[in-house]
């Protein structure tokens, strides 16, 4: 009888043991099966660009993709980045490329996928020819812009396998910006007008750098019915004619410097000197100063903090 019940409660253990086995087995086999699904996602070029898995080792042909690749920690998945890449945010040791690539220097690098902006690829379509021919994976994404920044993110995260840390960095910067608000709320609101170079051009409304300053309480002086400028649209048309119509307007001038475009910048000496601007509160009281473009304009989310830092610093806020 004591045998016979050993028994069958053995016998019972026996198969829960293997109903669990049996349960795990399964897991690991869906598991399995999902971890080798293809992933896939549609370009800022509209073509639907599939990885075997999350790329491993990628070339980032943008400052922009680089740094936001290193705000959602896959910083140890570059094999390559522009060779403008700031040695500040992304590690001196990662090979730079020239100013355009050939597809010899990509493919020496073996990446899984290539990123790049939208707007470049459009003007260097011979490289994408190569890098179809060499059966290089790329994909083109537009610079996030503030409104289409979480599914920006998530598109970065699906490539890298870095799902988890993309949604953790877009929470981060809400709250930044969050705070930046908050801390503005009993400020004076004083209006900013950006110099982007010596055409006088200046921040388009939705670009990052408006919405920079706008986080810190100030108002941003441009126009939105401006015209964009070719290949950069973050800037539009301003000149200085405009700015001086408005002078009396203006608090605080920020000029950029170490401009991307090709357009030579405009000092701070030279602002304060123009006869034009001399009625202008922010040359009346000194609020003009230098900043550098990568550190105002350059959507990257790993320099956010230190960005809307140096707005603060800059702007000089009066209580109300």
Not at 133 to 159: C, D, F, H, Q, S
């Amino acid at each position: 009888m004591v045998q016979n019940h050993f028994y069958q409660t053995t016998k019972y253990k026996t198969g829960i043991i293997m109903s669990f086995m049996t349960f795990i087995f399964i897991l690991m086999i869906q598991g399995t099966a999902l971890a080798s699904k293809p992933l896939a996602i549609i370009d800022d070029l509209q073509r639907k660009v599939e990885l075997p898995r999350p790329a491993v080792r990628i070339v980032s042909l943008s400052n922009s993709h680089t740094e936001n690749l290193v705000a959602i920690r896959a910083v140890r998945q570059l094999v390559g980045v522009n060779f403008s890449a700031d040695t500040k945010w992304v590690l001196k040791n990662i090979p730079r490329l020239s100013r355009l690539p050939s597809v010899e220097q990509i493919s020496g690098l073996k990446p899984d996928i290539v990123i790049m902006d939208a707007d470049w690829a459009k003007m260097n379509k011979d490289l994408l020819k190569d890098l179809d021919k060499a059966k290089i994976r790329y994909v083109a994404l537009n610079r996030p812009k503030w409104a289409v920044l979480e599914r920006y993110l998530e598109k970065l995260g699906t490539l890298s396998g870095r799902s988890k840390e993309a949604a953790q960095t877009l929470l981060l910067s809400e709250k930044s910006l969050s705070k930046s608000a908050i801390r503005s709320a009993k400020m004076r609101k004083l209006k900013v007008f950006v110099v982007a170079g010596a055409d006088y051009s200046t921040c388009a409304p939705d670009s990052w750098g408006a919405r920079l300053i706008n986080a810190t309480g100030a108002e941003i002086l441009t126009d939105a019915k401006g015209t964009k400028v070719q290949d950069f649209s973050w800037y539009i048309f301003y000149g200085p004619q405009k700015l001086a119509n408005n002078t009396k307007n203006v608090d605080v001038i920020i000029t950029l410097k170490n401009i991307g475009r090709g357009v030579p910048p405009v000092s701070r000496e030279s602002i304060i000197k123009d006869i034009r601007f001399k009625e202008t509160p922010a040359v009346k009281y000194g609020r003009v100063w230098e900043m550098d473009e990568s550190d105002l304009m350059l959507p990257s989310l790993v320099r956010l903090d230190s960005s809307l830092l140096k707005c603060w610093q800059l702007i000089g806020y009066e209580t109300k």
